[in-house]
């Protein structure tokens, strides 16, 4: 696909592009049909293959005790055949060019009268942009007030303020990770299925983890039942 197509074809295919796209395709398609027909004579060796069957033919008749093939070689029939290839080629590949151009100049004639439809795509996907970073903007929002509101059953009923989540994830932590690791420090969890926690003491610090993990630090002796 061209810079040309790339740049405009999402905002709608004009009927002169898509003509000229039809007629590309028919040139290429006759060019192809084309190369496959003269494949035996059209590359560089096509003289080494030719010699190459002759050699092989002689060989044969000569040990099966015939008379050497008589009439066109198969060197002088690809020899017949080579000018015209070259000529049909050459033809088929200039028109496949020519499409290729006739496509860029489509666009070029084309692209000018387009510039009202690609203003509206521009306003629609503005418009689209602020309103995903909104629903994004309260979506986490929403997630940071769930978290903090979660851990709260928990200690709703201590003299204590309710835990706090304080800042934004780091590096490419995403926000809906951070609040995860939040809740999970309090011993709880999102999901309804999620692992059972278990509070232990690493290094004197209360930590909440999974019940297996707990366990086996706790075995190691890594950490204590809190």
Avoid at 151 to 169: M, Y
């Amino acid at each position: 696909m061209s810079d040309l197509a790339q740049t405009y074809s999402p905002f709608g295919m004009p009927k002169a592009v898509s003509a000229a796209e039809a007629e590309r395709d028919k040139a290429y398609d006759a060019l192809g049909d084309a190369e496959l027909r003269y494949a035996d004579v059209a590359d560089d060796h096509w003289q080494a293959r030719a010699h190459q069957r002759d050699a092989e033919a002689a060989k044969a008749a000569t040990l099966a005790g015939k008379p050497l093939p008589t009439g066109p070689s198969h060197y002088e029939q690809a020899a017949a055949l080579r000018g015209e290839a070259m000529g049909v080629l050459e033809a088929l590949r200039g028109k496949a060019l020519q499409a290729d151009n006739a496509i860029t100049l489509a666009w070029q004639q084309e692209a000018p009268g387009m510039a009202d439809d690609i203003r509206a795509a521009y306003v629609a996907a503005e418009k689209a942009e602020a309103e995903a970073e909104k629903a994004l903007r309260n979506a986490r929002g929403m997630m940071r007030h769930a978290a903090r509101a979660l851990v709260g059953t928990k200690h709703v009923q201590s003299a204590g303020p309710l835990p706090r989540i304080d800042g934004n994830p780091s590096g490419d932590m995403a926000h809906s990770e951070m609040f995860r690791r939040f809740i999970a420090s309090h011993g709880m969890s999102v999901d309804t299925d999620g692992p059972e926690y278990r509070a232990v003491l690493i290094d004197g610090m209360a930590r909440y983890l999974p019940a297996n993990v707990a366990e086996k630090l706790i075995s190691a002796g890594a950490a204590q039942r809190a």
